[in-house]
């Protein structure tokens, strides 16, 4: 399978963007350059490069020996824990592909990404954040019965231990390394339609981003990440997050999660240089650092992306925690811009940066995709060395996400500024940003809609001070229904086995819905209403 026009191809070959190298090679180059330098710390645990490496080596082998080869999904769900590296490196070593699911995702989802990828094992911890996820694997697998095994990191319970990988693998022989141009992983999408969109992300393309991310931000081997957002997400993961830590030999420190009463702490003992975060987390650093007191003074850069910071904000981060800020605007489909070190603060405060390569194509269009003036505002759509052609099996869809040129619309409304720097100024794909958690109106209407009292739904975003966006589900009852209480339809798309985070935050019934020209729900309308 290619993933790009071999003629694209070939130019980000010779331009040096793809350079033929796998993902987990950086591992494997730091081990042997500086075995004894350390590459993650978890808690008390701190791992060596040269034990990731061995590790992940082990882990590649342990999944070969297991019957789980090359081109062979597996469904990725751990948390902030020094295994998800070893498992993530250990999967791409064997050419085996993660699908990289949230510790936040529930039955619904990773039924889902289960049975859609035809995966041959589910990776679990045993517990996080007070939940079970051996017990959430046990629905999975009842859902999807093909799902080869469950594999746990922590105490099993009556699934595969993480530890009968290892002994398959001890000694065994690694398999061989992938080719650059394969499918590394599948990242999730946003999404906007009623089920998420896996998204293949090639070692090339994946590893020019996380290269180049890691030069923009001046990373090298003094620099110490916090991860702080949970690692499968595509920040934390690449922008330039863990991977481009790495690669510049640094040290990733992980937070079992992203609290100010965790975090701090973790700056100051650990002596963290950097960290990402989304803009409610940041702000809530800020009001928390003067009394939690913590010494910040390693800090040196924080990158927040995921939703839009307000310049007001913007304003109060840098001074609040002592460091430089750097807005990131980035999508699991590809294109990532950042603001520079040297952009004057204005630019700083009031854009969300540029894009990473010079062949980053971008294009701001109107709704008939006619080139908007310069400085107009407009869909974005771009086009480039790391942005997908496609997402994986899902011709329909492809067609209405791509351009017939290959350009992905974003559904981000942008206008750009005579220094190539981006403004996010709206969105026009049906999604609610709940703080940098993305929610697709349709997989929670579609939910809803099965409810035996609703005739019909829609959910849209409602302004909130802390996360920016909140979701409102707006109901139509069915003629003689009784009116059930919003928790109860709260708790019914609980049932429905997806993630909290997608449980609409207020219900409101309704007896019609605003209408566009053309009699179609208008969610714009329906957004007023709700202010
Ligand atoms: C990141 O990736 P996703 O895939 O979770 O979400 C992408 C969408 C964008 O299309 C945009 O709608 C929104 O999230 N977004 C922002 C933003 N950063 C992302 N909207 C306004 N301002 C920003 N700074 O969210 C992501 C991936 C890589 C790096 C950073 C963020």
Same mark, same amino acid.
């Given at each position: 399978?290619?993933? *790009?026009?071999?003629?694209?191809?070939?130019?980000?070959?010779?331009?040096?963007? *793809?350079?033929?190298?796998?993902?987990?090679?950086?591992?494997?180059?730091?081990? /042997?350059?500086?075995? #004894?330098?350390? %590459?993650?710390?978890?808690?008390?645990?701190?791992?060596?490069? $040269?034990?990731?490496?061995?590790?992940?080596?082990?882990?590649?082998?342990?999944?070969?020996?297991?019957?789980?080869?090359?081109?062979?999904?597996? @469904?990725?769900?751990?948390?902030?824990?020094?295994?998800?590296?070893?498992?993530?490196?250990?999967?791409?070593?064997?050419?085996?592909?993660?699908?990289?699911? !949230?510790?936040?995702?529930?039955? $619904?989802?990773?039924?889902?990404?289960?049975?859609?990828?035809?995966?041959?094992?589910?990776? &679990?911890?045993?517990?996080?954040?007070?939940?079970?996820?051996?017990?959430?694997?046990?629905?999975?697998?009842?859902?999807?019965?093909?799902?080869?095994?469950?594999? &746990?990191?922590?105490?099993?319970?009556? *699934?595969?231990?993480?530890?009968?990988?290892?002994?398959?693998?001890?000694?065994?022989?690694?398999?061989?390394?992938?080719?650059?141009? #394969?499918?590394?992983?599948?990242?999730?999408?946003?999404?906007?339609?009623?089920?998420?969109?896996?998204?293949?992300?090639?070692?090339?393309?994946?590893?020019?981003?996380?290269?180049?991310?890691?030069?923009?931000?001046?990373?090298? =081997?003094?620099?110490?990440?916090?991860?702080?957002? =949970? +690692?499968?997400?595509?920040?934390?993961?690449?922008?330039?997050?863990?991977?481009?830590?790495?690669?510049?030999?640094?040290?990733?420190?992980? %937070?079992?999660?992203?609290?100010?009463?965790?975090?701090?702490?973790?700056?100051?003992?650990?002596?963290?240089?950097?960290?990402?975060?989304?803009?409610?987390? +940041?702000?809530? *650093?800020?009001?928390?650092?003067?009394?939690?007191?913590?010494? !910040?003074?390693?800090?040196?850069?924080?990158?927040?992306?995921? %939703?839009?910071?307000?310049?007001?904000? +913007?304003?109060?981060?840098?001074? %609040?925690?002592?460091?430089?800020?750097?807005?990131?605007?980035?999508?699991?489909?590809?294109? &990532?811009?950042?603001?520079?070190?040297?952009?004057?603060?204005?630019? &700083?405060?009031?854009?969300?940066?540029?894009?990473?390569?010079?062949?980053?194509?971008?294009?701001?269009?109107?709704?008939?995709?006619?080139?908007?003036?310069?400085?107009?505002?407009?869909? !974005?759509?771009?086009?480039?060395?790391?942005?997908?052609?496609?997402?994986?099996?899902?011709?329909?869809?492809?067609?209405?996400?791509?351009?017939?040129?290959?350009?992905?619309?974003?559904?981000?409304?942008?206008?750009?500024?005579?220094?190539?720097?981006?403004?996010?100024?709206?969105?026009?794909?049906?999604?609610?940003?709940?703080?940098?958690?993305?929610?697709?109106?349709?997989?929670?209407?579609?939910?809803?809609?099965?409810?035996? +009292?609703?005739?019909?739904? /829609?959910?849209?975003?409602?302004?909130?001070?802390?996360?920016?966006?909140?979701?409102? /589900?707006? @109901?139509? !009852?069915?003629?003689? /229904?009784?009116?059930?209480?919003? @928790?109860?339809?709260?708790?019914? @798309?609980?049932?429905?086995?997806?993630?909290?985070?997608?449980? =609409?935050?207020?219900?409101?019934?309704?007896?019609?819905?605003?209408?566009?020209?053309?009699?179609?729900?208008?969610?714009?309308?329906?957004?007023?209403? $709700?202010?």
């Amino acid at each position: 399978m290619t993933y *790009w026009p071999d003629e694209f191809a070939d130019r980000y070959r010779a331009a040096g963007y *793809w350079t033929g190298e796998p993902l987990d090679a950086m591992v494997r180059r730091h081990a /042997a350059a500086h075995p #004894d330098r350390v %590459a993650v710390t978890d808690g008390d645990r701190h791992w060596s490069y $040269a034990e990731l490496d061995r590790r992940a080596d082990t882990l590649a082998a342990g999944l070969h020996a297991r019957g789980i080869r090359r081109g062979d999904r597996i @469904v990725l769900q751990l948390p902030n824990t020094a295994e998800f590296f070893e498992v993530f490196f250990g999967a791409l070593r064997a050419g085996v592909v993660p699908v990289m699911a !949230l510790p936040a995702h529930r039955r $619904a989802e990773l039924s889902y990404f289960c049975g859609f990828a035809g995966a041959r094992a589910l990776f &679990v911890p045993d517990r996080h954040a007070g939940f079970d996820h051996r017990a959430l694997a046990a629905e999975v697998l009842a859902e999807v019965p093909g799902l080869g095994e469950v594999v &746990v990191v922590g105490d099993a319970g009556p *699934w595969t231990p993480v530890d009968a990988l290892r002994a398959a693998g001890a000694g065994a022989p690694v398999p061989e390394p992938p080719a650059a141009s #394969d499918l590394a992983f599948l990242q999730l999408s946003g999404g906007s339609t009623g089920l998420p969109k896996l998204i293949p992300r090639t070692h090339d393309d994946y590893l020019y981003s996380v290269r180049e991310s890691a030069r923009i931000c001046g990373l090298g =081997p003094d620099s110490v990440y916090l991860c702080a957002l =949970p +690692a499968a997400h595509n920040f934390p993961l690449s922008s330039p997050g863990t991977l481009g830590t790495f690669w510049a030999g640094g040290r990733v420190v992980l %937070a079992p999660d992203p609290s100010p009463g965790t975090a701090l702490p973790l700056i100051e003992r650990e002596r963290v240089t950097l960290t990402g975060l989304v803009p409610p987390l +940041a702000l809530a *650093w800020a009001d928390a650092a003067p009394g939690l007191g913590a010494d !910040l003074s390693s800090l040196r850069l924080l990158q927040v992306g995921g %939703a839009k910071l307000s310049e007001e904000a +913007a304003r109060r981060l840098g001074p %609040a925690l002592g460091c430089r800020l750097q807005q990131v605007f980035g999508m699991a489909e590809g294109l &990532v811009n950042y603001t520079r070190p040297d952009d004057p603060e204005p630019t &700083v405060l009031t854009t969300q940066g540029r894009p990473i390569s010079p062949d980053d194509e971008v294009r701001i269009v109107d709704d008939e995709d006619l080139d908007v003036p310069d400085g107009g505002t407009g869909h !974005l759509l771009t086009r480039g060395p790391y942005t997908i052609r496609g997402y994986w099996n899902a011709p329909e869809h492809n067609a209405r996400a791509f351009t017939a040129d290959g350009f992905y619309r974003t559904g981000d409304i942008v206008r750009r500024t005579p220094t190539g720097h981006l403004v996010v100024e709206g969105r026009a794909k049906d999604q609610i940003n709940r703080g940098g958690e993305k929610v697709a109106a349709e997989e929670v209407e579609n939910v809803l809609l099965a409810h035996p +009292a609703v005739h019909d739904v /829609a959910v849209v975003a409602t302004p909130d001070d802390y996360l920016g966006e909140r979701s409102c /589900a707006y @109901v139509i !009852l069915r003629p003689g /229904a009784e009116r059930p209480r919003p @928790v109860q339809l709260k708790a019914f @798309v609980r049932a429905a086995g997806l993630a909290d985070y997608k449980v =609409p935050d207020r219900v409101e019934f309704v007896t019609a819905f605003p209408q566009t020209g053309i009699g179609k729900v208008s969610k714009k309308d329906l957004r007023a209403v $709700a202010d």
